[in-house]
Structures are given as structure tokens and as C-alpha cells.
């Protein structure tokens, strides 16, 4: 298994940019799919994330701006992000676990995801 994140860059403030995580080795549909980020000196944190259900979570700092989608089909997994602000500069990574339990509000955040890409870096200014 290996996820590997695209579409990262700099960006001013107001714009947009869409992420994407692709992989060969899951069978999208019937993982859990996060994306999570990190900024410099900063924990990582949650930002959204898509339930084997088709249940969405998103973190409070980026609903209405960011929409969590995937193609199962091409096994990719997206982030569009609009509205950026500079707050959003961080590395942004994609993640997969089974079941995350976000229908039942049981999402635990980055725990129990056990394949993670290398990350895809954002810069707003």
C-alpha cells in the first residue's frame, strides 16, 4: 500500500487548490479515507474525512470551504479546498484505516489510520 498525495502548491489568500491521494493497493469503498495536516509547529489535526458508509466529516476551521469526494473508480481520493486562507499552510496528508465510525460521531481523529502517504505541501499567503 502506498498513498501518494498531489496538487499541493502556493496559493494566495481566497484561492483554491484540489488535492488529490491515489493508490493501487486499496480497494477504495472499503477503506475509511482522512486528510490530515500539519503545520510547522503544530500537532496534526484532522481535516476531513470520508466513512466506508459515505458518512463526511469536516474539521470546524474548514467547513464550507473544503469538500472531501472520491473516485472509486480511479481509487483516488480528493480534498478541494477554496477560500484558503493562510491559516491553511501546512502539509497536508491523505490516510486510510477500515471503518472510522464517523455516522455513529465516533471519529477518532488520525487514530487507528495505518497507511499514510508522504504528504503534499500548502502555502497560503
Known amino acids: 500500500v502506498q498513498l501518494v498525495e498531489s496538487g499541493g502548491g502556493s496559493v494566495q489568500a481566497g484561492g483554491s487548490l484540489r488535492l488529490s491521494c491515489t493508490d493501487s493497493g486499496l480497494t477504495y469503498g472499503s477503506y475509511c479515507l482522512g486528510w490530515f495536516r500539519q503545520a510547522v509547529g503544530k500537532e496534526r489535526e484532522a481535516v476531513a474525512a470520508?466513512?466506508?458508509?459515505?458518512?463526511?466529516i469536516y474539521a470546524d476551521s474548514v467547513k464550507g470551504r473544503f469538500t472531501v469526494s472520491q473516485d472509486n473508480a480511479k481509487n483516488t481520493l480528493y480534498l478541494q479546498m477554496n477560500s484558503l486562507k493562510p491559516e491553511d499552510t501546512a502539509m497536508y496528508y491523505c490516510a486510510a484505516r477500515g471503518y472510522c465510525y464517523i455516522s455513529v460521531g465516533l471519529f477518532g481523529g488520525d487514530v487507528g489510520f495505518g497507511y499514510w502517504g508522504q504528504g503534499t505541501q500548502v502555502t497560503v499567503s
Open positions: 470520508a466513512d466506508v458508509d459515505g458518512a463526511k
